[in-house]
């Protein structure tokens, strides 16, 4: 099976990148009627007020994927729990594959003394059973996918639903992400990097809700 680590990194990094890539806080559409009828070239003191004008300027939020997920303790736990699955995987396949090996060194050492029938009979019986064992290593295989596909959902909703919550009230125009596989960012004011903020309520949120389990 792929390893677990790079794999898990890999589809996680690529799921978060993607949800903080853009969001977009809704602006009322502007009345292009209006415009049209007036095609007038603006003035320097109507260009100066247009660059004063708050509302003309962009709230942007930075978060840096890579510490994000480091520090979040929800991938923590969702990596381990995958961790846990794969060694069970591997140390049954690894049980299997002794038994069937030891199974192949028996007949070996018995073959001279079996007849041909029967020589071809135990061949048969052990093709069948190789062939068990490499449908057992496909099944454990598609089955430790699906697994990891749907914990890295639950990861997904779950940052992707406070990210929501937590912009309702900091109503940042755009929210950029950054790692060091994907790179949507060109230069940035260090003010606006909101990950520690947004790592704090995670964690606050994830530890509320072990709390109400208990």
Request: net charge negative; aromatic share 8%; charged share 35%.
């Given at each position: 099976m792929k390893n677990i680590s790079l794999a898990l990194n890999a589809v996680m990094a690529v799921a978060i990148i993607i949800l903080f890539y853009l969001q977009l806080s809704d602006k009322p559409a502007e009345n292009t009627s209006e415009t049209a009828k007036h095609e007038e070239v603006p003035t320097?003191?109507?260009?100066?007020?247009?660059?004063?004008?708050?509302?003309?300027?962009?709230?942007?939020?930075?978060?840096?994927?890579?510490?994000?997920?480091m520090?979040?303790?929800?991938y923590d736990e969702l990596k381990a729990q995958l961790e846990k699955k794969e060694k069970s995987y591997d140390?049954?396949?690894?049980?299997?594959?002794?038994e069937f090996q030891k199974k192949i060194e028996d007949f070996r050492k018995k073959a001279p003394n079996m007849t041909q029938?029967?020589?071809?009979?135990?061949?048969?019986?052990?093709?069948e059973e190789e062939e068990?064992?490499?449908?057992?290593?496909?099944?454990?295989?598609?089955?430790?996918?699906?697994?990891?596909?749907?914990?890295n959902t639950?990861?997904?909703?779950?940052?992707?639903?406070y990210i929501k919550q937590h912009n309702e009230l900091t109503k940042y125009d755009i929210i950029i992400g950054e790692s060091q596989t994907r790179n949507f960012v060109l230069d940035f004011n260090k003010n606006i990097d909101i990950t520690s903020d947004v790592?704090?309520?995670?964690?606050?949120?994830?530890?509320?809700?072990?709390?109400?389990k208990k």
């Amino acid at each position: 099976m792929k390893n677990i680590s790079l794999a898990l990194n890999a589809v996680m990094a690529v799921a978060i990148i993607i949800l903080f890539y853009l969001q977009l806080s809704d602006k009322p559409a502007e009345n292009t009627s209006e415009t049209a009828k007036h095609e007038e070239v603006p003035t320097v003191s109507d260009v100066e007020e247009m660059i004063t004008n708050d509302s003309a300027v962009s709230k942007i939020g930075y978060i840096n994927v890579d510490s994000l997920q480091m520090k979040y303790k929800l991938y923590d736990e969702l990596k381990a729990q995958l961790e846990k699955k794969e060694k069970s995987y591997d140390a049954q396949l690894t049980a299997k594959s002794k038994e069937f090996q030891k199974k192949i060194e028996d007949f070996r050492k018995k073959a001279p003394n079996m007849t041909q029938f029967e020589g071809e009979l135990k061949q048969k019986e052990l093709a069948e059973e190789e062939e068990k064992l490499y449908q057992m290593r496909d099944d454990y295989a598609q089955r430790f996918e699906k697994e990891m596909i749907e914990l890295n959902t639950q990861l997904y909703k779950s940052i992707k639903d406070y990210i929501k919550q937590h912009n309702e009230l900091t109503k940042y125009d755009i929210i950029i992400g950054e790692s060091q596989t994907r790179n949507f960012v060109l230069d940035f004011n260090k003010n606006i990097d909101i990950t520690s903020d947004v790592v704090d309520g995670l964690n606050k949120k994830y530890n509320e809700n072990k709390q109400a389990k208990k």
